[in-house]
């Protein structure tokens, strides 16, 4: 039994446990409704939607590397009963009801089991992280498209690509890299002699000769690439984390994981990506322009979890995955690439995970008016259109 | 290092033959083109390629649409169109 939780009598569900948080009530549908999914999806756990203190808690798909750092399952759980002392993060028929069953005036989360990999520990803010620790020490290929643009940041001028290599190379930690620099033709020579000096043995320059494809451009680095992971970076980033790549490595290497993003943050600091929000046929950014402490009430912005996709400014996967989906479609020459690729991923039965443990700063401009061609959204609706509907893994 | 006569970068730069990287950017294309045309096919039979709380969250997303203000308002508006098209079909069909 889970401590604080009691078990609800009941006739018509012999084979599961009904378990509710002490203190907390039950809808009077609740059982109905608990009978009715579960004869339509056996499963080896339900939860749902409560009311907490009169406001409506909503809740995400099965999220297993969220469980790990916060049990955001709620005051109601229905477990098969051969399930019960299985650690929930490795079940795998698990269906949320995304209907109100409980209330309670408080949600008590238990503290989430040890995890069957990686090293529990607890963050600045308290809440739980678990860390990964990388397995070996695999070549990750970091591929950054660039035209060799410059920005003033922070009151100073910047050759973009410059210092992002500069950062990759002088403050990472993680060491068995190479950086695929995909440079336009027009890109300045004075770039390009920089880029040499600052990337050194590990910068391998590709040259890009024809008209803008961002997609096309990262298969091209993609095709060069001797590394068993690929790094999609864009040229405005800088890393804040030392640790940023063995974090989403070791995230990347656990089972089930096929994409892994990143924190993104604003050159002013607010958040500019907390993960990929597909909705109302519209696919855009969680907790864009929120300022880092801001949070949604189950606390996700603090912890890894999984997430409908992430932005190809920062996403780690594995060449092998990238090769067997496509790549990037370049029929996404501009936009929607990112969020292709994230659903591609995906309809492998891989899943997307964002983590707030590695973190860039992303001098992307606030006010970016990205020029979205009607074909691009036609064939990302075309190909995905039930698939932005709704977010799994996001309600508010 | 300088620029050369068409303002393009010279540098050390990483070669592959024409060949291969076309092969090997053609392969990217295809195994593309293939997944587009399989989720397109998953489109055409969405409710079969979503998962259970997939489902029900869409479920739900349609039963509160079907309880908005908005849609309410919408059925009532338009209640006298489709009166007057079931008269039509009823009226073609004698």
Redesign the interface.
């Known amino acids: 039994m889970i401590p604080g939780f009691h078990e609800v009598a009941h006739e018509r569900l012999d084979d599961y446990a009904v378990l509710l948080q002490n203190g907390a009530t039950l809808e009077p549908s609740a059982l109905e409704e608990i009978t009715a999914?579960l004869a339509?999806?056996p499963?080896q756990l339900l939860y749902a939607d409560s009311r907490e203190g009169g406001e409506l808690i909503r809740r995400p798909?099965?999220s297993p590397l969220r469980l790990r750092e916060q049990d955001y399952l709620g005051p109601l759980r229905v477990y098969l009963r051969g399930a019960l002392d299985l650690d929930p993060s490795l079940l795998t028929e698990?269906?949320?009801?995304?209907?109100v069953l409980s209330s309670t005036t408080a949600t008590v989360a238990p503290e989430p089991a040890d995890p069957p990999s990686g090293v529990p520990e607890r963050r600045a803010d308290g809440t739980r992280r678990v860390r990964y620790p990388v397995q070996g020490e695999p070549l990750v290929s970091v591929i950054i498209p660039t035209r060799g643009g410059a920005a003033t940041i922070g009151g100073t001028d910047r050759i973009l690509v410059v210092e992002a290599v500069r950062a990759i190379v002088e403050r990472s930690s993680y060491r068995a890299f190479e950086l695929?620099v995909v440079?336009d033709?027009?890109?300045?020579?004075a770039?390009?002699?920089e880029?040499?000096a600052v990337g050194g043995d590990q910068l391998?320059?590709?040259?890009w000769?024809d008209t803008f494809n961002f997609s096309?451009k990262v298969?091209?680095g993609?095709?060069?690439a001797s590394g068993e992971y690929l790094l999609l970076l864009n040229d405005d980033v800088d890393p804040v984390s030392p640790d940023w790549i063995e974090t989403m490595l070791g995230l990347a290497q656990q089972p089930g994981v096929g994409m892994v993003g990143a924190l993104l943050l604003f050159e002013d600091g607010t958040v500019q990506h907390g993960g990929h929000l597909y909705r109302d046929s519209w696919a855009g950014h969680i907790a864009l322009g929120w300022p880092l402490e801001r949070d949604d009430r189950l606390g996700s912005m603090r912890v890894t979890r999984e997430v409908s996709g992430v932005t190809a400014a920062c996403a780690l996967l594995t060449a092998d995955l990238f090769?067997?989906?496509?790549?990037l479609?370049?029929?996404f020459a501009g936009n929607y690439n990112d969020v292709d690729l994230s659903?591609?991923v995906r309809?492998t039965g891989a899943s997307v995970v964002w983590t707030p443990d590695a973190r860039l700063y992303h001098f992307e401009s606030k006010t970016r008016d990205a020029a979205v061609a009607p074909s691009e959204i036609a064939?990302l609706r075309?190909?995905?259109?039930?698939r932005l509907?709704?977010d799994?893994y996001w309600s508010d | 290092?300088?620029?050369d006569k068409?303002?393009?970068?010279?540098?050390?730069?990483?070669t592959?033959p024409a060949d291969e990287?076309a092969a090997?950017?053609r392969?990217?294309?295809?195994?593309?083109?293939?997944?587009?045309l399989?989720?397109?096919l998953?489109?055409l039979s969405?409710q079969n390629?979503?998962?259970?709380?997939?489902r029900?969250?869409?479920e739900?997303?349609l039963i509160e649409m079907q309880g908005s203000l908005a849609w309410r308002l919408g059925r009532a508006a338009t209640a006298p169109l489709r009166v007057a098209q079931r008269f039509v079909v009823r009226a073609r069909a004698r």
């Open positions: 999914a339509r999806f499963s798909a099965f698990v269906v949320h009801v995304p209907r695929l440079a033709d027009e890109t300045p020579q770039v390009i002699d880029l040499v391998r320059l590709i040259r000769s096309a298969n091209r993609a095709a060069f090769r067997r989906i496509g790549g479609s370049s029929v659903l591609k309809s064939a075309q190909r995905w259109g039930s509907l709704t799994p | 290092m300088s620029d068409n303002g393009a970068w010279v540098g050390p730069e990483s592959l990287l090997r950017e392969q990217l294309a295809l195994v593309d083109r293939v997944f587009g399989e989720a397109q998953a489109e969405a390629s979503l998962t259970p709380s997939e029900l969250r869409t739900q997303r």
